[in-house]
């Protein structure tokens, strides 16, 4: 079964506006971290923001926020304020804590392609 | 190193040979991963390496694909007998054994198999 899924297509945002990218997960691990990461064209994984699944609060980090609502499943990642320069692929991940352990590998989904407009 | 470094950027092999990839990970980070990523497409995980356990090595495509650690350091991961849809980025990343156990990245190895 998909752990991970992102099934939005190309999205384009015009720049300085606010843009969401979906995930929703799969899991029956009732302790599990989600990241998500960023891969430009020059090929580079760059780690963007983690939640925690007992995390009380949305996590954020600068123009980044993630929209966790567990009880749907879903790991939403909002970039406000767009740039040129978000224009690239947005990877969800996810971490099972308690099946695979909390060093454990990243399952990730298939990414979701953002082009911001001038 | 200041980040994960890995060798060779760009490979290009004929059909049938063996290549090796080389990953330098971060110093003092103790676990070791390797992603395949073919184009447009997500990342796939091969194996996991931590520490002295025995790694997991559960996403390896076949018995062509192996990979060690020597010293819990540097890591090799070698494919015999390439075929074209081992064509693919072959990403590295390691991690510390703290917080979010956040994974760096390498830039990558490129290969293509002819």
């Known amino acids: 079964a998909q752990k991970i899924t992102q099934t939005q297509p190309g999205m384009f945002v015009q720049e300085k506006e606010a843009v969401t990218l979906d995930c929703t997960y799969d899991t029956s691990d009732p302790s599990y971290g989600l990241f998500w990461y960023k891969q430009p064209s020059s090929g580079e994984m760059i780690f963007l923001i983690y939640q925690g699944s007992y995390d009380q609060q949305n996590a954020t980090e600068g123009r980044y926020s993630l929209n966790f609502q567990k009880a749907r499943k879903s790991a939403n990642l909002v970039i406000s304020a767009s740039q040129l320069g978000d224009s690239a692929m947005y990877f969800c991940?996810?971490?099972?804590?308690?099946?695979?352990?909390?060093?454990?590998?990243?399952?990730f989904g298939k990414g979701i392609t953002l082009s911001v407009r001038p | 190193g200041a980040g994960v470094s890995q060798s060779p950027s760009n490979k290009v092999t004929e059909k049938g040979k063996d290549v090796e990839l080389r990953c330098d990970p971060i110093s003092g980070h103790t676990a070791l991963y390797w992603y395949r990523q073919s184009l447009g497409q997500g990342l796939e995980f091969l194996i996991y390496f931590q520490g002295n356990s025995a790694p997991d090595k559960s996403g390896l495509p076949s018995d062509r694909f192996s990979a060690e650690r020597t010293g819990g350091s540097v890591s090799t991961l070698t494919i015999q007998r390439t075929q074209q849809e081992d064509s693919a980025v072959y990403l590295c990343?390691?991690?510390?054994?703290?917080?979010?156990?956040?994974?760096?990245f390498g830039a990558g190895s490129r290969l293509t198999v002819l």
């Open positions: 991940a996810m971490r099972e804590l308690i099946k695979t352990g909390a060093n454990s590998k990243l399952t």
């Open positions: 990343a390691s991690s510390l054994l703290s917080g979010a156990n956040v994974l760096t």
